[in-house]
C-alpha cells in the first residue's frame, strides 16, 4: 500500500506547518509519498495551502517527482504540469467532487465516495474523515494526515 502524507502532516494536522516546503521534504525523507496542493500563476508556482504562499520552483519538484501526488489548484495550474509531463513525468491531478484521475492513471477517491472501501484501486483521500478503518483497507493507498502512525515496514512503494 502506498503511504501519503497530506500536505506534509505526519501526526495529525499541523496548521503552522503544513504545506511547507519543510514539512513536504520532512515526510518524503521519512519515506512517505506526499500530496501537496500547488497552484501556478504567472508561471511561478506556489505551494498554496495556505496564505502566504510559499514560492517554489522546478528544482524542489524534479527531485522528489517520484514521491509527489501534486493537486492543482486551478485549471492553469493543470496546463502548467500537463505542458511539463514528457519532460519531467510529474504526477498530477484537478480535483473533482467524488473522484480524479492522476496523470499516472491512478484513481484518487475521495472517501464518502468510496462504495467499497476494502476493496478498491487507487487511493483513498482523508479515510478518517468518515472513519474509516484503514489498517484493514485493501487499496492502491491511502493519504491523511495522520500518515505517521503506520510504520516504515509497511510502506511498500
Keep these: 500500500m502506498i503511504l501519503i502524507s497530506n500536505e506534509g502532516n505526519l501526526i495529525g494536522r499541523n496548521r503552522a506547518t503544513e504545506g511547507t516546503s519543510a514539512a513536504i521534504q520532512d515526510a518524503i525523507n521519512k519515506g512517505y509519498d506526499c500530496k501537496i496542493y ?11 495551502t495556505r496564505e502566504p504562499y510559499e514560492r517554489i520552483s522546478l528544482n524542489f519538484l524534479i527531485p522528489n517527482r517520484d514521491k509527489l501526488w501534486i493537486q492543482c489548484a486551478t485549471v492553469s495550474t493543470l496546463k502548467f504540469f500537463s505542458d511539463k509531463l514528457a519532460e519531467y513525468n510529474f504526477n498530477y491531478f484537478y480535483a473533482a467532487e467524488d473522484c480524479s484521475i492522476t496523470s499516472h492513471g491512478t484513481l484518487w477517491w475521495w472517501p464518502s465516495h468510496v462504495t467499497t ?8 483521500y482523508l479515510p478518517e474523515t468518515i472513519r ?8 492502491g493507498g491511502i493519504c491523511c494526515d495522520f500518515i505517521g502512525s503506520f510504520t516504515n515496514d509497511e510502506i511498500s512503494n
Excluded at 117 to 124: A, F, L
Excluded at 132 to 139: A, C, F, I, K, L
Design 38 to 48: 500547488v497552484k501556478e500563476v504567472g508561471g511561478r508556482l506556489y505551494l498554496a
Design 117 to 124: 472501501p476494502t476493496k478498491t484501486s487507487g487511493i483513498v
Design 132 to 139: 474509516m478503518d484503514t489498517q484493514s483497507m485493501r487499496v
